[in-house]
């Protein structure tokens, strides 16, 4: 693991090296800013001055040397328009952007192509890199564990890109980014140790680190810089507890061993106790079959004693229900001829009483026909002849009257 933060650099170079140091560097240093020499010069102006000299000289003489200074002129406008050309073209690699200024003041970018800057004061102050994501590893020496325990060494490492050239080079510029870039490293590090405590400072390697890529995003942003990865790679533990961890380490193997061998002891012991509960398996099911089989007898031989009580018991209901039956149906003949005798009874008073009353009409008719009449007699007081000859009369009438019953017999009739 290097002992040095990566550095970040910007170079002055000419156009013909901006290639190499955008993708290699300069002195093991990060170089994602280029600024280029300006090439253009004004020696292109010494050769117009010349053209228009010879010009002035052919239009003011004669003859032949007329004819060769207008040659010379138009060769040295020529020479001169050519150098112009060739000097106020620029090229911007692919991947790159550049950054263009007029009179020092930064107006836009330059995209990935062949530009032309035909003005003077027209420059390219930078090329940066806009496409690379650059890496940056940044090693940070004795940081503090949650115990205080300071560890050795923590290497971070992470990608960035440099996502708006303008702001990164007018805000803070590269060599400015690197100090800014370490700091900010530095102090997420820190804090992220702060939480860790030092027997598990080992889990740092690889763990996920997307919070503290968050923070150097929104620390970094505002400069035109995106985080694009970042890990640990690695951490270096103290010496002194690398040899405790070495010793727990050494204890974690024997224990591991003596596991193991616990663990063979056990399968072992579980297999003969695996073979204890099927030997002891099979004694049960053949008991339990034996168990089944005499409860099967038993249950035949209760079925078969059910059976036969339940028979005698029939047979007892039945000769109870005959027994009650035979009863019954003498207490029922004896009751019909009970309510014969009494509707026989009934019919033989109802007999007698009409014989007796029967009789009873024919005694009161005889002693009806029997008994004697009174006779009344009207006789009228104020004649007292009429009443001696009805007293005569009736006295004739009266024996005669006593032996017919109250009927007059006629005379010489016996009564």
């Not at 990060?30 to 010009?55: H, Q, S």
């Not at 923070?215 to 694009?228: D, K, M």
Request: aromatic share 6%; with cysteine; net charge positive.
């Amino acid at each position: 693991m290097s002992g040095d933060f990566s550095k970040i650099k910007e170079s002055l170079a000419s156009w013909s090296e901006i290639r190499q140091l955008l993708r290699g560097g300069e002195s093991g240093q990060l170089v994602p800013v280029v600024i280029p020499k300006d090439r253009r010069g004004f020696g292109w102006l010494t050769l117009l001055f010349i053209a228009f000299y010879l010009a002035g000289t052919a239009l003011l003489s004669d003859g032949v040397f007329s004819t060769l200074a207008a040659i010379g002129a138009v060769l040295f406008l020529l020479t001169a328009l050519v150098w112009l050309w060739r000097r106020a073209i620029i090229e911007i690699e692919e991947g790159t952007t550049g950054v263009s200024s007029r009179w020092g003041a930064i107006v836009g970018t330059l995209a990935p192509g062949r530009h032309y800057l035909w003005l003077p004061w027209d420059r390219v102050d930078a090329v940066v890199d806009t496409s690379t994501e650059i890496p940056y590893s940044a090693p940070i020496i004795a940081c503090p564990t949650a115990e205080n325990v300071p560890l050795k060494s923590i290497e971070f490492f992470l990608k960035f890109r440099i996502v708006d050239p303008v702001a990164f080079v007018r805000t803070i510029g590269a060599g400015n980014f690197d100090l800014v870039l370490s700091s900010a490293v530095q102090d997420a590090i820190r804090q992220r140790s702060r939480r860790v405590h030092t027997e598990r400072a080992y889990d740092l390697r690889g763990s996920d680190v997307g919070d503290m890529q968050e923070l150097l995003t929104r620390q970094l942003g505002r400069y035109g810089v995106r985080i694009t990865g970042a890990n640990i790679p690695d951490v270096q533990l103290p010496d002194q507890y690398q040899q405790h961890l070495a010793t727990r380490e050494k204890v974690a193997k024997e224990l591991s061993a003596f596991e193991r061998e616990w663990e063979l002891t056990r399968k072992r012991r579980i297999d003969t106790l695996l073979m204890e509960i099927e030997r002891s398996k099979k004694t049960r099911d053949a008991r339990i079959v034996e168990v089944r089989a005499a409860a099967n007898t038993a249950r035949k031989d209760v079925a078969r004693m059910l059976e036969e009580h339940e028979t005698e018991a029939q047979r007892v209901r039945w000769e109870i229900e005959a027994k009650g039956r035979a009863e019954l149906t003498s207490a029922e003949n004896e009751a019909k001829g009970l309510r014969r005798l009494a509707d026989a009874y009934r019919d033989n008073r109802a007999v007698l009483q009409y014989e007796l009353a029967r009789r009873r009409l024919d005694v009161g008719a005889r002693l009806a026909e029997n008994a004697p009449r009174p006779v009344v007699v009207r006789t009228d007081g104020m004649s007292g002849e009429s009443s001696a000859l009805s007293t005569l009369l009736l006295a004739q009438i009266l024996p005669r009257l006593g032996q017919g019953n109250g009927r007059l017999q006629p005379p010489g009739e016996p009564g």
